[in-house]
């Protein structure tokens, strides 16, 4: 008899996580759980840690120490589990001489998405670029690539999504398409991780906090029990 | 489907994806072809050479040439995968990440390959030589293949480097010197008029070369690369 295919649960597991620069600690047995159908800002000063714990639950940085869970795989260790991931970095990661179609149909070939055409023009028009799949990446603005970046990530329908500061550098317009977009995406079947340096206007659309502090997750709650962390609360009033 | 098919579809999706980001910029080959052409010209005029020691000299100018001229597109290679950080990109690939360094040398190859087809002519008429030689050709794919497959590899060890732009030839021309040897010496005896059996043992050191190359890729090109 035929196996079906095991699906796997949209969660992210983090167990004593360990990750050393030059012998410093910057994440220092951290550990974290997204469950299924949550949306977690990963809140912290600059250097806090943030980009490197997003890199490493990408699997593009090498933990020294401890054990990541994204849904039943253990990464790094099988490569296709990557396919169960969607990352949005601080850059576009696209060919710049490349058009908008052009990139996500490699992207979509790297992944073996099936039915490529149509799902590349699905997500240019998800993404709002209806008209500009043809021209090349570079002349987009920052909010364009932006969305296309978020189009690529999704390619692929993964039940994990990471996102890197995806606010730098968004002009009003551009900041609004993405509360709007990262509103549908929170939804049963898919854990989110968002790191923000100031994540005030993500508070409305995020189900939790996470504080990242000193190398570990110092707070991890719900964002509709904030008040009751005066010490979290404080720091979100302060960076504004 | 079949993992080895799907790490295959990645590799050559990595080549047609480099062929066409080429095809757009055109900013590799031309600029490889004309470096290369310029050293051809270079030496031929500063030499001034007498027809006897231009055959002689003509293999090693001509694997001097093509390797400042592959040199010149590992490091296009590079810079175009760093740019908005397309590495990454690839490396979220739900694939063994030797794809990459199999895709990314064969794609060097094919781009190094191509400077070869257009300089042989002109190589062949500043220096008197017959270079159209069947016997040349595997040579060359070799003593090539063997020099991508390393320059990948130093390529993406010295791609978080921030002087990888002269950190690539100084740790890579030490490192070719055997693939440069060998390449050298087995166009020399083909052009001196010598069978492939002669550079028989030239042309399993290249071989070698290859063999060693592309299996330390499969083996480290993760490690490499990740931070």
């Not at chain 1, 949550?38 to 980009?51: E, I, M, P, Q, S």
């Not at chain 2, 490091?75 to 690839?90: F, H, I, T, W």
């Not at chain 2, 990888?164 to 166009?187: H, K, M, N, Q, T």
Request: hydrophobic share 50%.
């Amino acid at each position: 008899m035929k196996r079906l295919p095991e699906i796997s649960p949209a969660e992210i597991n983090v167990r004593g996580l360990v990750k050393r620069y030059h012998y410093r600690p910057v994440l220092n047995d951290l550990s974290l759980t997204i469950n299924d159908g949550d949306f977690c800002v990963l809140v912290g000063a600059n250097g806090a840690g943030k980009t490197t714990l997003l890199r490493v639950l990408a699997s593009l940085v090498r933990a020294d120490a401890g054990e990541i869970r994204i849904g039943n795989e253990i990464i790094p260790s099988n490569p296709r589990s990557r396919s169960n991931i969607g990352y949005v970095g601080h850059q576009p990661m696209f060919y710049q001489d490349l058009t908008a179609a052009e990139n996500l149909r490699h992207y979509a070939r790297l992944y073996q998405v099936k039915g490529t055409d149509q799902t590349i023009a699905e997500s240019i028009q998800s993404a709002g670029l209806t008209g500009h799949q043809d021209k090349p990446v570079r002349t987009f603005s920052r909010g364009m690539q932006q969305r296309l970046s978020l189009a690529r990530a999704l390619l692929h329908q993964p039940i994990v999504l990471l996102f890197d500061e995806p606010y730098t550098g968004l002009d009003q317009e551009a900041a609004r398409f993405l509360d709007a977009k990262l509103g549908e995406l929170h939804s049963p079947g898919r854990a989110i991780l968002l790191a923000a340096h100031r994540p005030q206007r993500l508070l409305t659309i995020a189900s939790h906090i996470a504080w990242l502090k000193d190398g570990k997750i110092s707070q991890h709650i719900p964002v509709d029990s904030l008040s009751q962390v005066p010490e979290l609360n404080a720091y979100l009033q302060e960076v504004g | 489907m079949n993992p080895f098919l799907r790490y295959l579809k990645i590799i050559l999706q990595i080549i047609r994806k480099d062929i066409q980001v080429e095809w757009r910029g055109r900013q590799g080959v031309p600029v490889m072809l004309v470096f290369s052409l310029l050293v051809v010209f270079l030496f031929n005029f500063a030499l001034q050479l007498s027809p006897d020691l231009q055959a002689g000299l003509a293999a090693g100018l001509l694997w001097v040439s093509l390797a400042f001229a592959s040199t010149l597109g590992l490091n296009r290679s590079v810079s175009l995968e760093r740019e908005s950080s397309a590495l990454d990109g690839l490396l979220l690939a739900p694939a063994d990440r030797s794809a990459i360094f199999f895709g990314k040398s064969l794609s060097n190859l094919l781009f190094t390959t191509l400077v070869a087809l257009v300089l042989l002519p002109i190589f062949s008429l500043f220096y008197g030589q017959n270079l159209l030689n069947l016997s040349l050709i595997p040579i060359i794919l070799l003593g090539l293949w063997a020099y991508t497959s390393l320059g990948t590899l130093l390529a993406a060890l010295s791609i978080q480097a921030r002087t990888r732009d002269v950190l690539l030839p100084v740790l890579l021309y030490p490192l070719a010197l055997p693939i440069l040897i060998a390449a050298v010496e087995a166009s020399r005896t083909v052009l001196s008029g010598g069978t492939m059996e002669e550079s028989r043992s030239w042309i399993l050191i290249l071989l070698a070369c290859v063999i060693l190359f592309n299996a330390a890729g499969l083996m480290f090109f993760e490690t490499i690369l990740e931070e």
